[in-house]
Nanobody, 123 residues
Framework: QGHVEESGGGSVQAGGSLRLSCVVD??????VGWFRQAPGKEREGVAA????????RYADSVKGRFTISQDYADNTVYLQMSTLKPEDTAMYYC??????????????????WGQGTQVTVSS
């Protein structure tokens, strides 16, 4: 059974930075994505990476501010978040899957999910 675990959330002021980590283990995942869910809102895709080719995809709301990357040796995918805004406040989830998808920011194409890590950005 696959295992996905996030860490690195916290509280930061607007304009600050945080780096989230996602350890994926148990399977050779083809795709890893970061999602977020704010209170009263649906879970939305933020960034995703195809682990084989390194292809990256970002939501428009985070382009130029967030960067997804991977470390093969540690089975870890990172989400570097910079120039954070109060609207980035949410629970952030990491997800992984072994199948290819043309919609890597679609939560429906992921089978394995972490428990989430909270990110709070104050103004």
């Amino acid at each position: 059974q696959g295992h996905v675990e996030e860490s690195g959330g916290g509280s930061v002021q607007a304009g600050g930075s945080l780096r989230l980590s996602c350890v994926v283990d148990g399977y050779a995942y083809r795709r890893v994505g970061w999602f977020r869910q704010a209170p009263g809102k649906e879970r939305e895709g933020v960034a995703a990476i195809e682990t084989g080719f390194g292809t990256r995809r970002y939501a428009d709301s985070v382009k130029g501010r967030f960067t997804i990357s991977q470390d093969y040796a540690d089975n870890t995918v990172y989400l570097q978040m910079s120039t954070l805004k109060p609207e980035d406040t949410a629970m952030y989830y990491c997800a992984a899957d072994r199948r290819w998808s043309s919609s890597p920011l679609d939560r429906g194409v992921y089978s394995y999910w972490g428990q989430g890590t909270q990110v709070t950005v104050s103004s």
